[in-house]
């Protein structure tokens, strides 16, 4: 019986001709990427690469082994394979995973924001376990990809944070004397939103304006408003375009740009999902008024 023939897992693990413009500006910035591996029968190689690699079951059961070892994968078993690790085994079936690339830096980043030293950034090997938060996580990622992006840069990097404290075992708590942010804190990044709306904000930057780190931001801004960054943002965005498209100034195209949406298509999105109407719904309407 002839053998099945060989499929190779990618090695590199850097930017590449088919990445889209979000996932380069997502990689140089914070040093995140999502994609979708899907392997033919027979031998699965992964070379060391110089970033950590998450690889999430997605598809039909996949039965292999590696060694004397055999296994059965279902959706949402998950592999870790820190920078540098590599690997090899046997798959019977055609496999399929969410891959997300993460590069040491990030986990760097979110250790010092939740004060470990360095060398807490590192991670050892873990094959075929579960974890519900993981997992959840890298489902949201592939969502967001497959769609395009909608959210922006911002909910992507709320998502990569989380993953990455997620690795380190850690889900840090803001001091416990603070109930929220300041109103002084509040009131500068809201500002700076509302100033750079038509930009693609950072979780960073936003951080920064207020003076805390990006982890604490999260759960103060939310403590705060009621909503996560990335949901408030996108509210501001959607209020804006409404505004914008009322004026009937600027064509629809134009108003997206404006008002900070990747595109025409991303606006409609969100207006559908926050408003309960269209871009072309919404200004129908107010003409016949």
Known sequence: MSMP??????????IDDSMTSSQTRSWHRFGLRVDVLTTLPGTVELDAASDHLLKV???APVHGGCRAHRFVYTRGDIDLFPAGASDV?????ASTSVLVRLAPSLLRRAAEEIGLGPDRADLAPRHQFRDPQIEHIAWALDAERRSGHPSGLLYTESLGLALALRLLGSDPAPPQERVGLSASQLRRVIDFVEE????????????GVAGVSASHLKTLFRRSTGLPVHEYVVQRRVERARELLLRGELPASQVALEAGFAHQSHMARWMRRHLGVTPTALVRGSRAD
């Open 89 to 93: 085994w046997e798959e019977e079936q």
């Open 5 to 14: 023939q060989p499929a190779i897992v990618p090695s590199s693990v850097g």
């Open 57 to 59: 079951h997605a598809g």
């Open 196 to 207: 750079h709306l038509d930009r693609d904000l950072s979780l960073g930057r936003l951080a």
